[in-house]
């Protein structure tokens, strides 16, 4: 049961434009929310979350806007950089019960010249 | 404290031997994460400890695994009579209770069976 779901397995964008990566969950009860990034060889690294009483969270050039209604949450970069280029997962918890960590299976991010 | 630190980073094992790996977490952060990541997934939760007890365990975590954290510090996860599918990135993560729960990911340990 797959309650973190990453459709898009990966996503080429070009150097200076919006990135736009998706996730969809189909727990209700889940109340908080998290993007990793990853680089080969390395464990993920914390990005961004978002709490499930906001609809969005700004961090620099990282936007998260959730969508509760229809259980879906995005990350937005912009601008893109080559630095960007990674894995990215979203994840999601029961933060009010203390529980574990849930990830999707992952975006693989390309950004292009 | 330079954050989670997990041992070895690689291990090659030959199928059936038994094999440990151990997480140190970031000091102050009272829980702890085992995951297992294989090619194309994402981490995929093994278990987890608040202090020293171990809060919850996954259907994928079978009898030949066994996790410990006996002083509410380092942990170890230990696979007994190791199989071909066992093969995969062994992720510890450790975090805050009751601040979010942005978790800290070490770099893994490569496990690789053969």
């Known amino acids: 049961d797959q309650q973190v779901k990453q459709n898009s397995p990966s996503l080429s964008v070009q150097e200076g434009r919006i990135s736009i990566l998706n996730c969809d969950y189909t727990?209700?009860?889940?109340?908080?929310f998290l993007w990793y990034k990853k680089y080969p060889a390395e464990g993920p690294t914390f990005l961004i979350s978002i709490s499930s009483i906001k609809d969005k969270n700004e961090d620099g050039r990282f936007t998260v806007f959730l969508n509760k209604s229809a259980k879906h949450l995005s990350l937005h970069i912009v601008p893109s950089q080559p630095g960007d280029s990674a894995v990215y997962f979203c994840?999601?918890?029961?933060?009010?019960?203390?529980?574990?960590?849930?990830f999707g299976s992952g975006t693989r991010l390309s950004i292009r010249p | 404290d330079t954050g989670v630190s997990q041992n070895p980073r690689h291990k090659i094992t030959k199928r059936g031997q038994n094999v440990t790996f151990r997480c140190d977490p970031i000091?102050?952060?009272?829980?702890l994460y085992w995951y297992r990541q294989t090619l194309g997934q994402g981490p995929e939760f093994l278990t987890y400890f608040q202090n020293e007890a171990q809060l919850e365990k996954s259907r994928l975590l079978s009898d030949r695994f066994s996790a410990e954290r006996p002083k509410g510090s380092f942990s170890t996860l230990e696979i007994q009579r190791t199989e071909q599918g066992d093969s995969a990135m062994y992720l510890c993560?450790?975090?805050?209770?009751?601040?979010?729960?942005?978790?800290?990911f070490g770099q893994g340990t490569r496990l690789t069976v053969v």
């Open positions: 727990n209700s009860m889940f109340d908080y």
């Open positions: 993560a450790s975090s805050e209770q009751g601040l979010g729960t942005e978790a800290f």
């Open positions: 000091s102050e952060h009272n829980r």
């Open positions: 994840a999601a918890t029961l933060y009010s019960s203390a529980s574990k960590i849930i």
